[in-house]
């Protein structure tokens, strides 16, 4: 990993982060659910970047979300670099169709979802029930698999942008 | 790219994240340091973002209440009207205004000194924690634990303060617990976060009285955190459980936590327990109403606004 695809890495995470918490969480969203740009752009940059830059970005994102919620530290950073590396690893899958990578995406949030409430249960926190992980389940993942058709190919772009002579 | 190294990296990454969660879990001061350095870092982006955006979700959210109308025309109209008020920064500006009144006033009541603060931000979404964020920080003398609330009464407690910005655990959050009293009576009790849920009041005396249509008011001074005399909500069924050693009932609370915009942090409480003086006035004269009353509800301040519903 360069040095340049580093610090790109760093400012997504960090526009995506704010964009997430600033805008995307204070709209009103339909269906109790909410789009998460952050989860999407893990899985975008692990299609794009593969399983490594994936669990790696998906780790960075998840601690910056950790430090500005009030959750124990590191639970959405291990979550998201399990995602990260779980969606790298459908790479090749994905190259073969235009759908896969939505599948994907739809796969990681239901993933996301349900191993975050799994591991916030056994930490203790009394506000993992059945219930506050189906609220919204539904329409949080058709909000993030609207936002993939953007953020994937945008991904895309920016990685060819900074290598142009890599073969993909 | 190498599998194996990848392998690494993860086992790697997950064992910090696995040694992050225990230490934090340990001590949760341990991390409070890191958590205000990193919100002085995206703190002032969030204040930025939050300004520039609060017309657009201002107008987003005017429009999305219509969503379930099925006049097309209705909607339309009032969608324009709400694009016309988008515009006209001048009505924008008198809608803050009065809000900033409607606060002020509320504060007042009760003798609280507060600083005004704006909702910058939202609690993540696969966190099921309750939170916002607010433009002010340490910078502005604001502490941890310090009283929130808008113009319609009670929005929660400071849990983390940046320099620039501070989190607020909602009242409606289940690990939010606020020590409370039922208005013209001495029972207290805790009223309880269900989410979108109604709030869950808990009396601490069995034999105490609690009707639907009770109001709540946070307090007595000196056994909460809370400020004392912030209204909280209104008793909107009684929970009645046989052979329990306290009373419970379900209170619908006078905030609609989903569209916070102004509030303001009581920097400092009164000195003198305000009791229920904060309390819109109650229509009713009677000082025994109605059973089935709904006392409020010519009082347009005091209506609890309605939550969505989850569905």
């Not at chain 1, 191993?115 to 993030?144: K, M, N, Q, W």
């Not at chain 2, 979404?125 to 340490?138: A, K, M, Y």
């Amino acid at each position: 990993m360069t040095r340049s695809r580093a610090g790109l890495g760093v400012l997504l995470v960090l526009t995506a982060v704010v964009v997430q918490t600033s805008v995307l969480a204070r709209l009103p969203a339909p269906g109790g659910g909410r789009p998460d740009l952050v989860l999407v752009l893990v899985v975008a940059v692990a299609l794009v970047e593969g399983p490594l830059a994936g669990l790696v970005l998906g780790f960075g994102a998840g601690l910056a979300l950790d430090l500005l919620g009030d959750h124990p530290l590191g639970l959405l950073a291990l979550v998201l670099c399990l995602v990260g590396y779980g969606a790298g690893l459908l790479l090749d899958a994905a190259e073969r169709s235009t759908f896969a990578p939505l599948a994907v995406v739809a796969a990681s949030a239901v993933a996301a979802a349900v191993l975050y409430a799994v591991l916030a249960f056994l930490t203790g926190d009394p506000r993992a029930t059945p219930e506050a992980l189906i609220r919204g389940l539904t329409t949080s993942v058709l909000y993030d698999v609207v936002l993939a058709p953007f953020v994937v190919p945008s991904v895309g772009i920016l990685s060819r942008a900074l290598d142009p002579d890599r073969r993909r | 790219m190498n599998p194996r190294r990848t392998r690494l990296v993860l086992v790697l990454l997950v064992l910090v994240s696995i040694t992050l969660v225990t230490v934090d879990l340990r001590s949760s001061s341990s991390s409070s340091g890191v958590r205000a350095g990193a919100s002085a870092i995206i703190g002032p982006v969030q204040r930025a973002v939050g300004t520039v955006v609060r017309p657009l979700v201002n107008g987003v959210r005017t429009i999305g209440d219509l969503g379930n109308s099925r006049d097309e025309l209705a909607r339309l109209r009032t969608q324009n009207e709400a694009l016309q008020a988008e515009i006209d920064s001048n009505r924008l500006d008198s809608a803050a205004a009065q809000e900033l009144r409607d606060l002020q006033l509320l504060a007042g009541a009760g003798q609280y000194r507060t600083l005004p603060a704006r909702v910058v931000g939202l609690g993540g979404t696969l966190g099921f924690e309750w939170t916002i964020t607010l433009d002010v920080g340490s910078r502005d003398k604001v502490t941890v634990d310090q009283t929130v609330i808008s113009a319609r009464g009670l929005v929660g407690r400071i849990v983390q303060v940046g320099p620039f910005t501070s989190q607020v655990l909602l009242a409606i959050d289940p690990t939010s617990g606020v020590g409370t009293r039922l208005e013209g009576s001495d029972s207290t009790g805790t009223v309880d976060g269900q989410g979108l849920n109604p709030l869950e009041l808990r009396l601490l005396n069995a034999s105490a009285t609690v009707r639907k249509g009770d109001r709540l008011v946070t307090g007595p001074l000196g056994e909460s955190t809370f400020a004392p005399g912030v209204p909280i909500g209104i008793v909107s069924e009684v929970l009645d459980t046989p052979g329990a050693l306290t009373r419970s009932a379900k209170v619908t609370p006078f905030v609609d936590y989903t569209s916070l915009d102004l509030v303001g942090v009581v920097l400092e409480a009164p000195r003198v327990d305000p009791r229920d003086s904060v309390l819109p006035p109650m229509p009713a004269p009677s000082p025994t109403p109605a059973p089935a009353g709904v006392p409020a509800a010519t009082d347009p301040s005091a209506t609890p606004a309605p939550l969505p519903s989850p569905s």
